[in-house]
């Protein structure tokens, strides 16, 4: 048995949550320094407190790829194809998921205000222990909504703690609010990240790619579904429809991109060139 065939039967070693999180974190901090403190043009300014273990930890791991995923999706069409209706379809689609996620929790967060007033709760006892602030740089009407939608999980697990406490509700329920907060979280930035591949792949179909701004590479089920998602395009190569909340999500134990290398590809290109 070759070299090569025994490296592809040798099972594949899956890291653990802690290193996972480590390197989300780190692939997080590089889309910070690389492009949000780097950005060349206007933003807005923003202190961001939290204070709830799954959102904090949502929040340093996807806040600013988010962010970057969303300006190479709209930046790249607008620059390669010489038309914003791409770009601005992709943005559409980004807002109406976003948009979804902070109407779930406003309907939650309502829910809990009804109970609350049933059992006698008084919300105004709610304190915090720890104390997560970052000084956001926001950057474009996506980053504006997901840094709402971080604040809006963060209040809702705020209230279902103070519902705990006062016994109004399960353990069970309490925890089971603290995973509904971490999966719908991700799953807006995994809808963000897909809205890139997708605004991507549309760029390469035109003949009219940039070296180093490459869709990322699918195969399987997934491919297909990313394929029938695609933006609707006439004979002249408008965009005349895209898929707004319905793109591919991440299959099920799939590892998660823990770093977007669109940037870092352009500029090996360039250095190669």
């Known amino acids: 048995m070759t070299a090569v065939a025994e490296k592809q039967q040798?099972?594949?070693?899956?890291?653990?949550?802690?290193?996972?999180?480590?390197?989300?974190?780190?692939?997080n901090m590089k889309a910070k320094t690389q492009f949000a403190d780097k950005y060349e043009g206007a933003s807005i300014r923003l202190k961001t407190i939290l204070h709830n273990r799954p959102?904090?930890?949502?929040?340093?791991?996807?806040?600013?790829?988010?962010?970057?995923?969303?300006y190479i999706?709209?930046?790249?069409?607008?620059?390669?194809?010489?038309?914003?209706?791409?770009a601005s379809q992709v943005e559409a689609g980004m807002l109406k998921k976003i948009g979804e996620t902070i109407e779930y929790f406003k309907k939650q967060i309502k829910q809990c205000e009804i109970v609350a007033a049933d059992g006698e709760v008084d919300f105004a006892l709610i304190s915090h222990g720890a104390e997560f602030t970052d000084d956001t740089r926001v950057i474009?009407?996506?980053?504006?909504?997901?840094?709402?939608?971080?604040?809006?999980a963060d209040h809702y697990l705020d209230l279902t703690q103070a519902l705990?406490?006062?016994?109004?509700i399960t353990g069970d329920e309490a925890n089971n609010a603290s995973y509904e907060v971490k999966k719908r979280l991700e799953a807006a930035s995994t809808s963000i990240r897909n809205f890139r591949r997708l605004s991507l792949e549309k760029v390469n179909d035109s003949g009219k790619n940039r070296e180093g701004f490459k869709a990322v590479a699918v195969d399987g089920d997934q491919a297909g579904q990313l394929k029938d998602a695609l933006p609707a395009s006439d004979e002249a190569g408008n965009v005349v429809g895209i898929a707004s909340a319905g793109v591919a999500e991440t299959p099920a134990g799939a590892p998660a991109e823990p770093d977007e290398d669109s940037l870092d590809t352009a500029t090996n290109a360039r250095k190669a060139a």
């Open 10 to 27: 040798q099972p594949r070693v899956q890291p653990s949550p802690g290193d996972r999180h480590a390197t989300l974190i780190a692939a």
């Open 55 to 70: 959102v904090i930890r949502s929040f340093k791991r996807i806040f600013n790829i988010s962010m970057r995923n969303w």
């Open 73 to 86: 999706a709209t930046s790249v069409p607008r620059a390669s194809l010489g038309d914003a209706s791409l």
């Open 140 to 152: 474009g009407p996506v980053a504006m909504q997901l840094r709402q939608l971080f604040l809006m």
């Open 164 to 168: 705990y406490s006062f016994a109004q």
